[in-house]
């Protein structure tokens, strides 16, 4: 008989690997950038069009409250490219779960079959696949 579990997908952790995490974070930082460059200037444009005191101080703290999110994202986003700067090569790190086949006969003891498997994958191939807990 087939049932479905989960498997957690892992990557290892390469220079090359490292690299394209960087660029990706440091991209992330520029649109989260450009995002809080647009929100300034929407609040600017808003509060001119508006010349109620109250609706004014709305504008203004629902936009800050945006801009506050963004900048707090540019923050984690930084503190993650220095937790990646800071391990070592061949650090498996957990990045995705997918759903996998398991086969299970009568007579099986339950809990290897349904043990989580680990696939590891090492610049874009599959390096490994394996128990959770195994090396």
């Known amino acids: ?31 989260l950038q450009t995002e809080i460059e647009q929100l300034e200037f929407q609040l600017q444009q808003r509060i001119k069009e508006n010349s109620d005191p109250k609706r004014r101080r709305f504008l203004k703290e629902k936009y800050e409250k945006e801009m506050k999110e963004r900048k707090e994202k ?10 990646i700067e800071a391990l070592p090569d061949d650090t498996e790190l957990p990045v995705d779960r997918v759903d996998v086949e398991a086969h299970v006969e009568v007579g099986d003891v339950w809990d290897d079959v349904y043990q989580e498997d680990e696939i590891i994958v090492e610049d874009g191939r599959v390096k490994a696949i394996r128990k959770r807990g195994e090396t």
């Open 74 to 83: 540019i923050e984690r986003s930084s503190f993650q490219a220095s937790r």
């Open 1 to 31: 008989m087939k049932i479905k579990k989960q498997a957690v997908v892992k990557q290892v952790l390469t220079p090359s690997y490292r690299e394209k995490l960087n660029e990706e974070l440091e991209t992330k930082r520029r649109r």
